[in-house]
Each structure stands twice: as C-alpha cells, then as structure tokens.
C-alpha cells in the first residue's frame, strides 16, 4: 500500500482520482445516457433512430433559439470582455481613489440571485408608462416601449442583465491578471516615453491573455447555455415569438414542459457538440494548445 | 499528443465544471434534467388560480383515532389548500370508520408540475394525489399507460348535478381521471360607471357586432380603450371559436389550426381591432399582473373573462368595487354552436399506483363534487363551482356578506344561470396536442398578428408547419 502511495507513478493518478470519478459520473455519464435517450421516444418507451435529429433540422424555433443564443453570446462577447479589461487597469490605476468601494459596488450584482434580478429587471422593463425604464427613456421626451415586446429591446434588456451582473466578476478576473505583470515592465516604458495608452496597448493587453482567453471560454460556455436570465425576464419559459428562448430554454420546454425528454436530449447534444467546436476553435485560434507542447 | 488529449479533456472539463460552478447556466448535457428553479407561473398556459402568492408550503392535518390514512397531496394554490383540510374534516366526520389525514405540499406552479411529471416517469415519490392544471393534463394523459387513476367509479354518485363538459375536459376515451374544481363560465366583466359615462348600456350588448359599434363609440366618446385583444392567453379566441362551432383539430384529432373558422374569428378580432374597439393591454391579457393597474385606472373598460376572475377583482382590482356588473358574454347569432364554455381549470387527480388510491379517490370526489363541498368553492374562493345546485341556492348566492355579492353591482350568479344551458367546451383541450397550440398561439401566432400586424392566414399556416414538425403527423 505504502509502496503504491509514495509511487512516483501511481501517486499522482490517486490524485486526480476524485476529480476523475466526478467526471466520470456526472458528466460522462449523464452524457453517455443522453446519446442514447436522444434515440429515443421516451414516453412512448421506443427507439426512434435519427427521428429526433432529423426533426430538428426542419424545427424553426429550434433554429431560433440557436439564433438567440449564438447573438446573446456575441454580445456578452462583445461587452463583457474589453469593458471590464478597461475599467480594472482603472481601478488598478494610481490615480483611482477608492478603489475598493468601486470593487465592491462592481461585484456587488453577481452576489444576488439571478432570479431576484431577474424578476427586477423584468418590472424594470415593464410595458406600462410607469416601469422605470419607461420613465427613463420619457425623460428625454420618448414615447414608452413595450421593451420584453420587441426584438431588439428584448436583446438589450438581456444584455443589460447580463452585463450588470458579471461585469464585476470579470474585472476581478483581470485585476488579478493585471496585479501580476510585474511593475518594471511599467517603469521601463515610463522611461523610454510611453504613454499610458500605449502601455496599456503594448503590455498590458499582451499580458493579461491568459486571462483574457480563460474568460473568453467561460463567455462563449455561458452565452451559449443561458437560461435563467431569460426565463425569469419573461416569468416563465415562454416568451413573445420565442425572443427569448434559448437553447437551453428549448431543451427545457421539450423535455420537461412538454415531456418530449428524448427530442430535448438530442437538443442538448447538438448544444454540447456546438459548445465544444467553438470552444476549440477559439482555443486553437488564441493558441492555447501550441504553449502546452513547448 | 497523449498528453494533448488529456490536456484537452481536462480542460473542457474544468470549463464545464467551473462554469456550472458559477449558477449562470443550466446543465446542458445532462438527460435527466433537474427540477426547475424556482419561478412564477407560465404565462401562456392558463395560470388560473396561480396568481397569488402560493410559494412552498406544507400543512399537515391534525386526526384523531386509530385506522387514519394518510394521503399526501401536492398543489400549487396555496388556497386549495385550506379548502381541502376544512372539507376533509368533514369528512372524518361524516366517516368514522374512513378517516384521513392530508398532507398537502403547495409548490409554484410549473416547479409542481414538472417534479409530478418526473415522479410518474422515475416511478418514484409521487403523492397521492395532485392538482393539475387544465393546460397540463393532457400530457399526463398521453402516454401509452396511464399513471393516473381512472375515476369514472368515483364521480357517479355525482354526476348528475355537476357540469359535464368539466368533467369531459379531464377525461380521455371515455374515462375521467380528474375532478373539477369550478366551471369558469366565460363571462363578460363591464365597468358600469365608464359605460355610463361613455353613453354606453351594457345591457344592449347582445351580439358580436353590438360588442365592436359599442367599442368604436366607447373610443370615440373617451379616447380610452374599451377591451383588449389577447397576445398572451385565449379567452376570447377560444370562446369565438366555440360558438361558431370551430375547433383547433379535425374530428379525427388531426392538426388543423389554419381552417377557416381560426381565421375568421382572428379576423373578427382583427377587425375590431383596427376599428378602435380593442386595444392591447400590458401583460397582453385581463388576468396578469401588469394588465390589473391598467383596468384598475380605467384605461381599459372590459374584460371577458372566465368567472373565476372575480377573485382578481376582489384582490387586485379594488378601486372598481361597486363598479363592475357580470353580463353574459356576447354572442355571433342564435345559431352559435354554443353560448360560452369553460375556461381554465384544475382537475385534481388521483395516482393510481398509490396504495390508497381507491379511498383517495372517494375522499377527493366528495371534497371537489359535493354539494356541501361546491358552497365553499363560491364562499371561499368566488368561483362558480360545479355542482349546479348550488347556483340556484340564492341564499348563497345573494348571501349580503359575501365578498364578491359585495363587489359586484349584479347579483353575481344571475348571467350564469341565465347562459347554464350552454356551457360548451373545446374538444381540442383533452387532446395531448393542446398543450403545444396553446404555446404557439400564446407565444408568436397572436402576438404576431396584434401586434405586428401579420398576416393571419400565413401566420397560421406557419404554425400547422411548426405543429406538425412537433407532434410528428
């Protein structure tokens, strides 16, 4: 026994072994099972082979939800990545005083529970005159919106959900990414003239990629798999012409609502299989695998 | 490359693992989905009932003796559950020998709904009995054997003197597996004091055409709106539909959402609609949260309505009190198929694989189908309950302290029994496809054409399409 433990061989295997079991449980397993229940008609207890799959192909909503989803993930993408990047070079500045008050007050949203804000937002962006937004948006003279009506209100309302919650665990992200770029290479540059946007262009954008890439990872993962947000905004699964249904969302009114678990299971394997291409592609293209074969 | 692979796995492991670990996503790869996060009822099926606050809760009814039974029940109407524990007293004492103790567990709407789903499905820790919605209970009757208990047996000694066509609406091939809890006659809900000062007499409304040359004028003489056009529910589409005789299936149980008789009444609507005499209320349906201020303000003059919205009024609506009268709902001529039907609904049902389903099932036919039980549906609840006999019991009916006699300025069950003979339904809603026209009417098909102004015979041929790639014809 001792021999096995203090093996340079074995040991480190017994070490990753929770973490192998864990997978091997609950991700693979569940996994497994789906592929083989996405082959199926449960209710009716019946193999149906490519029944389900070939339905989606000829399934607009499902389409629709994959729109969604795949815009939703662009624009977290696209607002959760170089805001937070900007504002924790601020927060890390010398020049920012309280610095930590703002740090709180950031991360002060991902501490609430998505379906307190949820409920929130979606009185926030109610219909009538007086919903807060409303109210807001006839400050300046505008007639009020019907904001969880409409297409591209529906996707500013998510987004604005989204953004006000993970903006401030995505600076944490990069103020830890920032506070290990060691300072000479600041001072180096000081002295050779730079400014501060072109240290903030030429050292710390560099250094912080691998931040930068892991955040990225987890963005594309939870754009793609949002669900919560959607369902609390439009209290329920269901929202006007599917605006805010999301892959997830489909998966779930499949399988649970409508009880159809063998259709929802070939959707979520097509969300796996979507979800790993990009995460791969993204990952070969930020070359994330190159350092790891040096 | 070994060390690639493994490198890669771990990875998209520790992605999964870490992000899952954040609470911003649901586990997409998991088949067996876990129970649904808390959250409101659903909009587009009819949450009747579900208004109110009716978060998780548990009662446990205090019985006395020996031989007592113990029947767990779930609900999601906190008030159901108060209604069951008094009849059921009752009971116990009216059966020495058959005593029983509930157990009832209130949980939201959809998460009660979806864990009673998954109970059948796993065979495992189902009660013994549960509420379920009318626009879920098809699928619980889909399947090829069905999990709940046939109570054809049950409901005979009260046949006679309920509504059928509730029962109907719960039952599949000729058996019924749930108990009704009231009728929801549709009704017509008008703001007197508005109408009057708009020169407008309520009772001269008799037809479909009388309804719109009322809202055009209602519009005129205000500028405000007379009633709404539905985006998020079908009261209304429902209630044309069956009086002409129409339906959302053929008489086989074929999918038929795009016949003409679907687009003529959305035409009807539609009409009215351009006309001025509807409108789109916030939330776009009478029972919602947001559309309540709207007719509580006055902005918006009617509602039709099945009868269980006076409990709305009652409790959301309060400024109108002494300022609504109950009228029976309009209708497109005397041939009409039928006058009004039933809307939404609660059947409560019994899980036939539990051990005391038999006395589960007599215990609960007397507590929802007794006339002593349906007294309390209109005392407690404001529903116009099943049984009939209690419609005509006008000490119960014009009972001065009740809430509701109060409220309204008729006497409430005067339009019910005046439209009782021709209280119809739709055949569609037994069928296990009404769950998904429900969905799609209530999510884009209605929507669409209220508020975007499609065009109502392509947005309906759109959805056959969408129906028939869903239900597999």
Known sequence: MKKILYSQKFAPYIFICPFVITVLLFWLGPIFNGVLLSFQDVLKDEWVGLHNYNRMLTDKIFFKAVFNSVRYMIGTLVLLIPFPLLFATLLNSALMKKANLFKSIYFLPALTSVVVAGTVFRLMFGESDRALMNQVIGLFGLEPIKWLRNDLTAYFAMLLLCCWRWTGVNILYFLAGIQSIPTELYEAAEVDGATKWQQFWSITIPLVKPTTIYVLTISIYAGLSMFLESFMLWKGNNSPNNIGLTIVGYLYRQGIEKRAMGYACAVGIVLLLFVMIVNLIQLKLTGTFDKEDR | ?473
């Open chain 2, 1 to 473: 490359m070994k060390k690639k692979i493994l490198s890669l796995l771990l990875s998209t492991a520790m992605v999964a693992a870490l992000v899952s670990g954040c609470g911003s996503s649901a586990p997409a790869t998991d088949a067996a989905a876990p129970a649904a996060d808390a959250a409101p009822a659903e909009e587009a099926a009819p949450a009747e009932e579900a208004a109110g606050p009716s978060a998780g809760g548990k009662t446990e009814m205090e019985v006395e003796g020996d031989n007592v039974t113990t029947l767990n029940v779930w609900t999601f109407i906190e008030l159901h559950q108060a209604f069951y524990t008094d009849m059921a007293e009752r009971w116990n004492e009216e059966h020495p020998d058959q005593k029983v103790k509930l157990v009832l567990s209130n949980m939201q709407y959809d998460d009660m709904h979806n864990k009673l789903s998954l109970a059948l499905e796993s065979g495992e820790g189902a009660p013994d009995i549960a509420d379920i919605e009318l626009g879920k209970f098809p699928s619980f009757t889909a399947e090829k054997d069905i999990k709940l208990m046939d109570l054809t047996d049950a409901i005979a000694p009260y046949k006679d003197s309920v509504v059928n066509s509730r029962l109907d609406i719960y039952s599949k091939d000729g058996k019924y597996y749930g108990l009704p809890t009231h009728v929801g006659t549709t009704v017509a809900f008008y703001n007197t004091e508005l109408l009057d000062a708009a020169g407008i007499d309520y009772t001269t409304i008799k037809t479909w055409d009388d309804f719109k040359n009322a809202g055009i004028k209602y519009k005129e003489a205000t500028g405000a709106e007379f009633a709404t056009a539905e985006t998020t529910a079908m009261w209304m589409v429902n209630l044309m539909l069956a009086q002409k005789g129409g339906d959302y299936l053929t008489a086989d149980g074929k999918l038929d959402v795009n016949n003409a008789k679907v687009v003529e009444v959305l035409q009807y609507i539609k009409d009215m609609q351009d006309a001025g005499a509807l409108g789109v209320v916030p939330g776009g349906q009478p029972d919602n949260e947001e559309a309540y201020p709207h007719y509580n303000n006055g902005e918006f003059a009617v509602q039709i309505m099945p009868y269980w919205q006076t409990s709305r009024f009652t409790a959301y609506m309060t400024d109108l009190k002494g300022k609504i009268a109950i009228a029976p709902v309009p209708k497109f001529g005397d041939s009409d198929a039928t006058w009004t039907i039933g809307g939404g609904g609660t059947g409560t049902a019994i899980i036939a694989s539990s051990p005391n389903a038999q006395l589960a099932a007599d215990v609960m036919a007397y507590i929802k189908l007794s006339s002593g039980a349906n007294e309390e549906v209109w005392n407690v609840l404001g529903f116009d309950p099943v049984n009939t006999e209690v419609w005509t019991n006008k000490d119960l009916t014009e009972n001065p302290d009740n809430q509701f006699v109060q409220f309204f300025n008729t006497p409430p069950f005067n339009c019910l029994l005046e439209m009782q003979d021709s209280i119809g339904s739709l055949h569609s809603l037994q069928d296990a496809k009404a769950p998904s026209i429900n969905n799609i009417f209530c999510t884009q098909i209605l929507t669409n054409i209220f508020e975007g102004g499609a065009d109502i015979q392509e947005e309906l041929n759109a959805a056959q399409d969408q129906l028939i790639n869903e239900l597999g014809e």
